[in-house]
C-alpha cells in the first residue's frame, strides 16, 4: 500500500494554518498506519517531505539527520506531523514487525498538480501566475528574493521510484527520493526558465515576501547505492512537459 494521503500547501499556507496542518496529517497519519497494522496490510509505504528536515544543519542532509534538530518556523506543524510516520513506522515494525517504511521526496512537480494560488507548492504556483502574466502582457512576479536554493523531482520519476520502494525496498529505515544536491537551483533560477518557457518577453519582478526556508539540500547517495543506473528527468525537460500541459489543460486543471 501507498499512503498518500495528506494536507498539503505551499510556503503561505503552511504560515497561515499550523495547527491546522498539523492535526488534520496527524490524524490521517494515525489512522492509516493503524489501521494498515489491524488489516495485516502487508506493505505500507508513506511519503514524508523533505520540510521534516532541520533548519539549522550540515549540508547536504541524509536520512540519520531528520530528527537532529527543530524544522523551519514556516512549517512546523505539518513538519512534525511527517517526522511522526517515521517513529510509527518504527515502533510498529518493533513491536509487531510490521512492514512500513518510508520515502522522503525532495519538492514534487509535473502534470495533474494542484494549480490553486492559495494553495499550491512553488512550481505549479510560479506556471500559472506565469500564464496569467502572459496573458495580460506583463511580468512574472515573484514573491521574495528568489535566492532560497531547492531541488526538484519530476513527478513521473517520483512515481516509477515509489513504486520501486513498494516492491523492493524493505527497511523501516526511511529513504530519500531526490536528485543530487548538484541539481540544486535558486527559485530565481527556476522562476525564469518558466517565465522564458511562457515566452514572457519582460524581466522577473521580485516582490518583498517572507522567502521560507533558505535551503534544504540532502543527499541521494542512499537510492544511489542501491539503484545505481536510474535516470532523473532534467528540470529543463520536466518542466517544458509541465507548462506544455498546463496550457492545454487550462481549463479544467485543478486551480
Known sequence: MLHLAARVGGLFANMNDKVGFYRDNMRMNENVIHTCYVRKVEKCVSCLSTCIFPDIATYPMDEDTIHKGLPHTSNFGYSYAKRVIDVQNRIYNDQFGCNFTSVVPCNVYGPHDQWDLSKSHVIPGLIHKAYLAKQNGQALKVFGSGKPLRQFIFSEDLARLMIWAL?????????????????????????????????????????????????????????????????????????????????????????
Open 167 to 255: 516492491r523492493e525496498y524493505n527497511s523501516p529505515e526511511p529513504i530519500i527520493l531526490s536528485v543530487s544536491e548538484n541539481d540544486e537551483v535558486t527559485i530565481g533560477e527556476v522562476s525564469q526558465m518558466v517565465s522564458d518557457l511562457m515566452d514572457i518577453e519582460k524581466d522577473l519582478e521580485y516582490v518583498d515576501a517572507a522567502d521560507g526556508q533558505h535551503k534544504k539540500t540532502v543527499t541521494n547517495a542512499k537510492l544511489r547505492g542501491i539503484l545505481p543506473n536510474f535516470k532523473f528527468t532534467p528540470l529543463s525537460e520536466g518542466l517544458k512537459q509541465t507548462v506544455d500541459w498546463f496550457n492545454a489543460n487550462y481549463e479544467t486543471c485543478r486551480k
